[in-house]
Each structure stands twice: as structure tokens, then as C-alpha cells.
């Protein structure tokens, strides 16, 4: 038997435990992993700081590096969202529809837990947490196949997770890492019958390797192109500052912005006060030729540079943004279906004619109106720590939280009744 079909068989094994645990028990265990994340604080920062050390070693880009690093206050807030999950209703055993037949049979359909759920994800050690502690509450073994850029990360919190788990007396296997290895994670991915679900988060290859190999269910996860446009009827005080925390609360992340939509008709406006304002949050932007004219008196110089095509499609999880003037909302619509990962996609508009056509023609996961993209966020939603924005159409679409983690069963109930 292979180590990685060991696994998921000891995972099988445990789940079966975790789908008959109470909320109590369950909620028990969350608080514990919390309490044993914030005890452990030191070790897994000095873990961490290994990875990060390799990270730099290697060049890797500061985007990436940031992603990757812990402090207390990181951890702190991973012990944090283990805790608002304890603090969530629990979605085992939730009806979600029921009535009686004509015949008299009574029959109920149930939220029950998926299994054994494999996430392959790539740099943020928080996510293994944070999906230790969903699938728990879900009622789900997990096995976590994090990047060997995070291994010494992932390791640390694991241990500390699994330890946690057994003192309330669930099985320490309801929480495995997965080796990194390529091989490990090809088998994994074939593991079908053994592993009820793959969720993949990270960068379009690994989610498109994921989703073209793994012949176990995939939940796909998309990358985050999101769209800022600037309607003609915009409050451009109010653009601006959702401009701004859209790109550069932080840029790393798949919910902030990476292109800008300006109508023609505010774009000289507009871009005059937006452009020296990136610029001096650092912001390189790619503009098309409208952007790039408008930029000629803005300093400072090499703020704008000419967009090519390949940047309008580009997720840069860096200080960088794509640009172009439109002249009519349709032409931001069909410029966002060009080019939009289907994550998240905002408008800014006074307008109430014109946000309720962007948000019914953009189709993505979450559209916006008036706020910023950086809110398209499991715990932003009110969801807890989520699992990943989902840009598909099946089973779950955008930031996948507790009922997401979920498949149904019907419970029929009868007194004798035999069909003729």
C-alpha cells in the first residue's frame, strides 16, 4: 500500500468518527486547535522564518514571500477564525428541504458531510488552518498537500493541530499532511474512491493541472483578474478611495484588483487624480493608449507603461494594474467578459439603471456596486475562514464556507408502505 493510500485510508477511518461527533465535540476541538496555535506561536514562526529564509534565497518575489510569512499577529488571527468557526451553525444535519408524500412516507433531504477532502495549495501557511478548521466543523478528514515552499510552515501547524485534536478525544488523523512531492500529489489526485473531493488553491497551473489530471471530484478555485470600472454617473471621490484599498490593501491577495475600467466621458477627471494617487502607492499601471496620453503630465515618470494584451488577462498579485478608457458601460461589460477571471468584478455608479445592468450582465462570482473587492472574502461574508473562492458554476460558486463543504442525503421514513 502506498504512503499516500495509507493516508487516505487512516483519513477514511477517522471521518467516519468526525460525521457522528456533536457540535460540541466539534466546537471543543476548534477551541482547542486555537488555544494550541496561540500556545505554539514562537515555534511556528521560527518554522516559518526557515521558509521564508529559503524563499528569499531562492528570489522569490516579495508578493509571494508575503504570502508566505507568519508573525504572532498572523497566527494570532488563524487561532481567531478557528474560533468564529466554533462560534457558526453547524451544517450537519441541516434539512434543507422535507415534506410529507401522498403515500404517507416522510422524507427529508440532509446536509452531511462530504468524507475525506485532499486541498492542494501553494505558499499561505494560514490556509492550513484555516481548512483544518472548516473541514472539522463540516465534519471532513482533510488531507493537506501545502508547497515546499511553506513544508516547515505546514509541518508546525499540523502538529499542533493534530495534537490539539486528539486531547478532545477525536482522531488525530482527521488532520494529515500530504508529502509535497510531485509524485505524492499525481497519486492523490488519482485517488478516486479514496478522497471524495479535491480543492485546489493557488496560481491558474496548479488549479488547471488539478482540474485536467485528478480523476477524484474537483471543486475548482479560480484565479482573481477583478475589475474596477468607473461608470459615467460615479461619484469619483468615492471611486477613487475604492480604487485605491482594491489595489493596495493588499495586492498579494486574489480579491484585489487588477484592472481599471474608466468611462470616456470622466476619464480626463478621473485619471488626473488617479494616476499621481497610484503612483504614489507605488502602483505601476499598464495603460492603453487613452491611459497612456492622459498620463503624460502626471508624474512621476514610468508610473504608466503601454499595456499589451497579455496584461489586460493578467492576475499580477503585485503593486501593478491594468488600465483602460470605455466608452460606454456595454463596452465595460463586454471588455470584462473578455478578460475576467469570473471572481469578482465592481462598479462605481450613482446610477441605480446602471447597476442593475452591470449586475446582471457580469457574470462572476461576486459583482460589486459601490465597495471595494478586497469584501469577497469568506470572513468578510460572515462565513468564517472559507476554504477558497470557487469560480465555477457547480455545487458552489464564490467563497465556499461551512454549507459548501457539504453534500446532501435523503432520509425517507416510512410506517410500512411498499410501492405497487
Same mark, same amino acid.
Given at each position: 500500500?502506498?504512503?499516500i ?7 477514511? =477511518? ?9 457540535? $460540541? /465535540? ?10 494550541a ?32 510569512a507568519l ?15 466554533? *462560534?457558526? $451553525?453547524? #451544517?450537519?444535519?441541516?434539512? =434543507?428541504?422535507?415534506? +410529507?408524500?401522498?403515500n ?6 440532509v ?13 499561505? #501557511? ?38 490539539? $485534536? ?9 488532520? !494529515?499532511?500530504?508529502? /509535497?512531492?510531485?509524485?505524492? =500529489? ?15 488553491? *493557488?496560481?491558474?497551473?496548479?488549479? !488547471? ?69 497610484? $503612483? ?13 496620453a492622459? &498620463? ?6 514610468g ?12 492576475? %499580477? ?10 466608452? &460606454?458601460?456595454?463596452?465595460?461589460? !463586454?471588455?470584462?467578459?473578455? %478578460? ?8 462605481? +455608479? ?8 452591470? +449586475? ?11 465597495? &471595494? /473587492?478586497?469584501? /469577497? ?21 464564490? #467563497? ?15 410506517? *410500512?408502505?411498499?410501492?405497487?
Open positions: 500500500m502506498s504512503e493510500i495509507e493516508l487516505a485510508r487512516r483519513a477514511r =477511518v477517522a471521518s467516519y468518527a468526525l460525521a457522528e461527533a456533536s457540535r $460540541a /465535540t466539534k466546537d471543543a476541538a476548534l477551541h482547542a486547535m486555537a488555544a496555535l496561540r500556545a505554539n506561536t514562537d515555534a511556528i514562526v521560527a518554522a516559518n522564518a526557515k521558509d521564508v529564509a529559503a524563499a528569499r534565497d531562492a528570489g522569490t518575489p516579495e508578493s509571494t514571500v508575503d504570502r508566505l508573525n504572532p499577529a498572523r497566527v494570532d488571527a488563524m487561532a481567531a477564525g478557528l474560533e468564529q468557526l466554533a *462560534g457558526l $451553525a453547524d #451544517p450537519i444535519g441541516e434539512v =434543507v428541504r422535507g415534506y +410529507t408524500l401522498p404517507g412516507l416522510e422524507l427529508r433531504q446536509r452531511v458531510p462530504f468524507g475525506v477532502v485532499g486541498i492542494i495549495y501553494e505558499a499561505r #501557511p494560514n490556509v492550513t488552518a484555516d481548512a483544518a478548521g472548516i473541514c472539522l466543523k463540516s465534519g471532513n478528514a482533510v488531507l493537506l498537500r501545502g508547497s515546499s515552499s511553506a513544508a516547515a510552515s505546514n509541518e508546525a501547524i499540523i502538529a499542533v493541530l493534530r495534537d490539539a $485534536a486528539e486531547s478532545t478525544g477525536l482522531p488525530a488523523d482527521i488532520v !494529515q499532511g500530504v508529502p /509535497t512531492d510531485r509524485a505524492a =500529489v499525481k497519486e492523490l489526485m488519482q485517488a478516486r474512491g479514496m478522497v471524495d473531493v479535491l480543492i485546489p488553491r *493557488g496560481g491558474a497551473g496548479l488549479i !488547471q493541472t488539478v482540474v485536467s489530471e485528478s480523476s477524484v471530484p474537483v471543486i475548482e478555485t479560480g484565479v482573481g483578474n477583478c475589475h474596477v470600472y468607473i461608470d459615467a454617473e460615479a461619484d469619483l471621490d468615492l471611486g477613487l478611495e475604492i480604487l485605491l484599498n482594491s489595489k493596495t490593501q493588499r495586492p498579494s491577495v486574489c480579491n484585489a484588483a487588477e484592472s481599471l475600467l474608466v468611462h470616456a466621458s470622466v476619464a480626463d477627471e478621473f485619471l488626473a487624480r488617479a494616476l499621481p494617487a497610484l $503612483a504614489e502607492a507605488g502602483v505601476t499601471v499598464h495603460g492603453d493608449p487613452k491611459v497612456v492622459a &498620463s503624460n503630465n502626471q508624474p512621476p515618470a508610473a504608466v507603461v503601454e499595456a499589451s494584451e497579455e496584461d489586460f488577462g493578467t492576475e %499580477y498579485n503585485s503593486l501593478d494594474l491594468s488600465a483602460a478608457v470605455v466608452d &460606454s458601460l456595454e463596452d465595460a461589460v !463586454q471588455h470584462i467578459r473578455r %478578460y475576467s477571471s469570473g471572481h469578482t468584478d465592481a462598479i462605481i +455608479t450613482r446610477s441605480q439603471a446602471a447597476a442593475r445592468r452591470f +449586475t446582471t450582465a457580469v457574470d462572476s462570482a461576486a459583482v460589486v456596486v459601490n465597495a &471595494s /473587492t478586497r469584501f /469577497t472574502d469568506g470572513g468578510e461574508f460572515g462565513f468564517g475562514a472559507e476554504i477558497g473562492i470557487s469560480t465555477q458554476k457547480l455545487h458552489a460558486r464564490g #467563497p465556499m464556507g461551512l454549507p459548501e463543504m457539504t453534500s446532501t442525503k435523503y432520509v425517507v421514513t416510512g410506517e *410500512g408502505q411498499i410501492r405497487t
